[in-house]
DNA sequence: TTTATTAATGTTGATTTTACACTTATAAAT
DNA sequence: ATTTATAAGTGTAAAATCAACATTAATAAA
């Protein structure tokens, strides 16, 4: 019988996280060295199995608490991959999710004992699996959500300046942008607040810094716009 | 162990498939009224099992297939659905994939047998589980692709009129769009052969009948670009 | 006091998008 | 043969958006 339950074959269900962070050297993935077989040693995404009686979202959620004691992350769902052979162990299909957390929130202790460490985007090594795909595949969806969503409030600290918006959306992007340009249109987001205080590491002159506006900026969560950068 | 194989919980992965066609009502989706427990009797999407051997892109065209008799049909992945109790049998996990396909095409026979029927979008009946879910995600999908890639070879007949794609269109975003506007940014994409021959069903004056440029199209497919109807 | 450095700020021309209405071809009706 | 009814086909102008671009301002360090 075409549909019958009984005959169906049963899988096992892998989640794998790409964890996207922000510093001053650019965009950043967290990739952790396998302490098991196969491939231990290797750099790989962050996952584990889902369970039984866990739907994706809590896998996702646990397994990125698990390795940076982060609570309340957003996360989205990207891809299932299902090559045969992509587990040589055993077939496992995998659904990946990314996030995007402040580099600077991690729990830097944890991170340590599982041997995992933030890589610049462009350096990064080779990824077991299909991972590299994976990383690939978020890469250009966090991409394209910068056009259609709000972005940074995940990734830059409390406060923060123009510069380092700008250039969270170059690194995000892979392009320059014109600042001018960049700074008139982020404002017509209406979702910065900007501070009388100043940070005086960067110049001489200091620039000013910069809050997200929690309410309006989760009001844009909810709807689509289009920015075009 | 946090990562071990031989503990992690194994799930039945099912493919669920939401078939867009589309003829002079409008916008369809193929339903089918499932024979088997459990909601027998219920509309339901067309779905089935994942094989062991088997990837999902694969098992999907495998239901579509059996479905349909069609082959060689675009289909794109969605969404992996993971609520615990979305299946009431057991504990299922189910990939969303969508298609477009020629209404006039399908095979008419196959579909009768397994009781599947088109629906118009708007009046289609309630369906099982979650797949009411996965069909608003599959047109809100269906939508942005609008956007970025050029539609309709797979859903309009050979020959048509520049009328019978702007319903399309309608049909897929919802709107009414502007004739003459919408004429001009498809030309532009260039696309599109004009035959010397005219559509006479639809107007004493007649209408001139369209094909796709096969090559350009796929090219089209390969990059992306921004049609803003 | 000078110098060096990054921050801050607006305008203009080019391009794209939107809104909008009349003429044409033909079949059907008389 | 003429009239009538119907959808097809076609272009322009105003508005909005985008892209390119250079000077002044504030401050700390020398």
């Not at 039984?52 to 809590?58: C, P, Y």
């Not at 957003?74 to 995007?100: C, F, G």
């Not at 910068?146 to 995940?154: D, L, M, R, V």
């Not at 969270?168 to 008139?184: C, G, P, Q, V």
């Amino acid at each position: 019988m075409l549909n019958s339950y009984s005959s169906a074959d049963k899988v096992l269900l892998a989640v794998d996280c790409i964890i996207f962070g922000f510093d001053h050297e650019g965009l950043k993935i967290l990739l952790i060295k396998r302490d098991f077989e196969p491939e231990k040693g290797k750099w790989s995404l962050i996952g584990g199995f889902l369970k039984r009686d866990e739907v994706l979202d809590d896998a996702a959620i646990r397994i990125l608490n698990t390795y940076t004691g982060l609570n309340d992350i957003y996360m989205e769902q990207l891809y299932a991959y299902s090559e045969i052979d992509r587990d040589p162990v055993e077939r496992t299909i995998s659904v990946s999710y990314y996030a995007l957390i402040n580099i600077e929130n991690h729990n830097a202790e944890l991170i340590k004992n599982y041997h995992a460490q933030w890589f610049s985007i462009a350096d990064a090594p080779n990824l077991i699996f299909d991972h590299n795909e994976m990383v690939e595949q978020a890469i250009r969806r966090l991409r394209y959500r910068t056009s259609i969503k709000p972005i940074g409030f995940e990734l830059l600290p409390e406060k923060f300046t123009m510069r380092q918006l700008l250039e969270l959306y170059e690194a995000i992007l892979s392009k320059e942008l014109d600042k001018r340009n960049f700074i008139s249109k982020i404002n017509s987001l209406e979702i910065l607040n900007k501070l009388d205080e100043k940070d005086m590491q960067s110049s001489r002159k200091g620039s000013y810094l910069y809050t997200f506006n929690k309410e309006k900026y989760e009001e844009k969560l909810l709807n689509d716009f289009v920015l075009n950068l």
